[in-house]
């Protein structure tokens, strides 16, 4: 486990302010019903890949009646949060939280009905292991469904680019749609689908930019501290910049293994 701990309270708190409690990536409750379109959740075992402070896998149980959710993060202070906020929400018979080592999945071969990931897979640097892995671990039939943010080319990241990723200050390992297709098509998946949702969130990130500018800067400020929130601006206006021109591109992806 990394000392190095990259979503502390602090980012915590103020990622939950511009995304919903317990969501730590864009879009809350709503965009992960989007990433669930035409994916079978009720009654089955699902596994979060990078559950953060929880609200994703509480929603999978509570909204989707999964029968198991095991969400899995590798760093303790998001784990600490989700715990906490499913005890509180009731959730516990249905809702698992483990804190991993990053690697493989710890989970044993056809044991999952449903693999899910809300942008957390941006942090797995080999997407090609990534998919084997996930493959492994599902049933026969079973589904993938992600979110993830990509960039939409092989080659190196633009210095537009390069320059967002310094700013965020994240272990971020962006790969192409098209890397991540054959990813998933040499692991065996079939049915699979990539959907660009970079218009969507460019107008989000937008919004998100003139909230961090607005009336309730100074709100902001006092709560989280003026250098915390300065940087801030200056990540999500560089992140703006980097969706405008297309090079940054969030994408859903969902697959099946074959029966």
Same mark, same amino acid.
């Given at each position: 486990?990394?000392?190095?701990?990259?979503?502390?309270?602090?980012? /915590?708190?103020?990622?939950?302010? /511009?995304?919903?409690?317990? %969501?730590?990536?864009?879009?809350?409750?709503?965009?992960?019903?989007?990433?669930?379109?035409?994916?079978?959740?009720?009654?089955?075992?699902?596994?979060?890949?990078?559950?953060?402070?929880?609200?994703?896998? /509480?929603?999978?149980?509570?909204?989707?009646?999964?029968?198991?959710?095991?969400?899995?993060?590798?760093?303790?202070?998001?784990?600490?949060?989700?715990?906490?906020?499913?005890?509180?929400?009731?959730?516990?018979?249905?809702?698992?939280?483990?804190?991993?080592?990053?690697?493989?999945?710890?989970?044993?071969?056809?044991?999952?009905?449903?693999?899910?990931?809300?942008?957390?897979?941006? $942090?797995?640097?080999?997407?090609?292991?990534?998919?084997?892995?996930?493959?492994?671990?599902?049933?026969?039939?079973?589904?993938?469904?992600?979110?993830?943010?990509?960039?939409?080319?092989?080659?190196?990241?633009?210095?537009?680019?390069?320059?967002?990723?310094?700013?965020?200050?994240?272990? %971020?390992?962006?790969?192409?749609?098209?890397?991540?297709?054959?990813?998933?098509?040499?692991?065996? %998946?079939?049915?699979?689908?990539?959907?660009?949702?970079?218009?969507?969130?460019?107008?989000?990130?937008?919004?998100?930019?003139?909230?961090?500018?607005?009336?309730?800067?100074?709100?902001?400020?006092?709560?989280?501290?003026?250098?915390?929130?300065?940087?801030?601006?200056?990540?999500?206006?560089?992140?703006?910049?980097?969706?405008?021109?297309?090079?940054?591109?969030? $994408? $859903?992806?969902?697959?099946?293994?074959?029966?």
């Amino acid at each position: 486990m990394s000392d190095e701990v990259l979503y502390d309270q602090q980012v /915590i708190g103020f990622l939950e302010e /511009i995304w919903g409690d317990g %969501f730590l990536s864009p879009g809350g409750a709503d965009e992960v019903r989007r990433v669930l379109q035409g994916i079978t959740i009720s009654g089955k075992l699902v596994i979060d890949i990078g559950c953060g402070s929880g609200a994703c896998a /509480i929603l999978l149980a509570k909204e989707y009646g999964a029968d198991r959710v095991i969400g899995i993060d590798v760093e303790k202070p998001v784990c600490d949060a989700a715990i906490n906020r499913v005890k509180a929400d009731g959730a516990s018979e249905k809702v698992t939280i483990r804190l991993v080592e990053p690697g493989p999945l710890p989970f044993t071969n056809g044991e999952v009905d449903v693999v899910f990931s809300k942008d957390s897979i941006i $942090h797995i640097p080999d997407k090609e292991t990534m998919a084997l892995d996930a493959f492994r671990i599902l049933k026969p039939g079973g589904q993938f469904a992600a979110s993830d943010w990509l960039i939409s080319h092989d080659n190196d990241p633009s210095p537009q680019m390069a320059d967002y990723i310094k700013a965020e200050g994240l272990d %971020f390992a962006m790969a192409s749609p098209g890397r991540y297709e054959n990813a998933m098509k040499k692991a065996g %998946f079939v049915d699979i689908e990539l959907v660009n949702r970079n218009s969507w969130y460019a107008n989000e990130a937008e919004k998100e930019l003139q909230w961090l500018k607005g009336s309730n800067r100074s709100e902001l400020q006092a709560r989280h501290g003026k250098d915390f929130i300065d940087h801030q601006v200056e990540i999500w206006s560089k992140l703006v910049a980097v969706l405008k021109t297309g090079e940054h591109c969030p $994408h $859903h992806i969902r697959a099946r293994k074959p029966f």
